[in-house]
């Protein structure tokens, strides 16, 4: 048995060697997707574009990559987290401005009332951000906003907001800078909170943060040049502003875009629009154990049945958390 043992491994041996060297087999680049048709598409995306003399060969240059940050890198209920530093804000200055307990929609930050605080929208979130991010400078608000990161934790999960990533998107994005992509965050968050994390959580850098903007004033403080925040507004990158934004701050359209809502659909139509092939995607998180589900009936991270309509008629790609990623955030374990 062991001289018959011996004689196969030495055949297959004479074989190999007849075929020439062995190549080591590529790790899997996406371990945290399972082998469903998104993460395939993804990779055929991928190879088509950075092979060259690939009919679909995109030069490193154009290789634009976009992504939401709430729910599409990181958790975004039971609200998005800048919006969690906007009440604790609001929370922490309150008692220099006493007529907010009677004040709309400071009251109802105050109070807790997240519902009636969810119905004022764009023009509530826009007051409570100029009342409680502005009259500082940009460095002090660094400070604020990265100490507040580091103390304060998920009210379901028990851990800081910088550890809610989603594993699989991290990935995403590690493949395609691999490949020479250019990844940029374009997000309705403001863009000066998201600095504060984005390089440690997803390995952007700030000046690869496209989101939304309040004024800035260079001032002479304390005898030392600083820019300070004003309470207006510069710009809102949500919706059509996401388009407008990647056109506004990056200069290029992408040719890789991943959102998860609503305010996601004119930057993937934009996407759609390149002149080559491009890659649309959209995390729909139907994962109640794991983490959350919600759809059309959401106020946060609405993902309505048009969307989804929309996404299948054009060949977008839909990532079902359940069923595509074996894995959310990095400290849990594998699906079976």
């Not at 005898?223 to 510069?234: E, I, R, Y």
């Not at 502003?241 to 930057?267: C, L, T, V």
Request: with cysteine.
């Amino acid at each position: 048995m062991i001289v018959r043992c011996w004689m196969v491994l030495s055949a297959a041996l004479i074989g190999v060697a007849a075929l020439g060297p062995v190549r080591a087999q590529s790790p899997d680049p996406l371990p945290s997707w399972n082998d469903n048709s998104v993460k395939l598409n993804i990779i055929d995306f991928v190879a088509r574009v950075t092979t060259e003399g690939s009919a679909d060969y995109v030069d490193p240059q154009d290789r634009v990559a976009t992504f939401d940050n709430d729910g599409t890198l990181w958790v975004e209920q039971p609200l998005y987290t800048s919006f969690v530093f906007i009440i604790d804000r609001v929370k922490a200055v309150s008692n220099q401005h006493p007529d907010w307990k009677k004040k709309e929609p400071f009251k109802s930050a105050l109070d807790g009332n997240t519902k009636k605080l969810l119905s004022y929208g764009e023009t509530g979130a826009v007051a409570l951000t100029a009342a409680t991010h502005s009259g500082m400078t940009t460095v002090e608000f660094n400070d604020i906003a990265s100490n507040w990161l580091k103390t304060v934790r998920h009210p379901r999960f028990k851990r800081p907001y910088t550890d809610l990533t989603y594993k699989p998107m991290i990935e995403l994005l590690d493949y395609l800078r691999a490949n020479g992509f250019i990844t940029f965050i374009v997000s309705g968050g403001g863009v000066e909170f998201m600095r504060a994390y984005t390089e440690q959580c997803y390995g952007v850098p700030p000046w690869q943060v496209v989101g939304s903007s309040g004024k800035t004033q260079f001032r002479m403080w304390d005898a030392s040049p600083t820019l300070v925040k004003l309470p207006d507004l510069l710009f809102f990158d949500d919706g059509p502003g996401k388009a407008e934004g990647i056109n506004h701050y990056i200069g290029r359209q992408p040719i890789f875009a991943f959102g998860n809502s609503n305010g996601d659909k004119e930057m993937l139509e934009w996407t759609a629009n390149c002149a080559g092939v491009c890659f649309m995607g959209l995390v729909h998180h139907d994962d109640a154990v794991r983490e959350y589900a919600y759809g059309p009936d959401s106020d946060v991270g609405t993902f309505p049945v048009a969307l989804m309509e929309q996404a299948k008629s054009n060949g977008w790609n839909v990532v079902s958390m359940k069923d595509d990623w074996n894995v959310i955030f990095s400290w849990g374990k594998p699906s079976l």
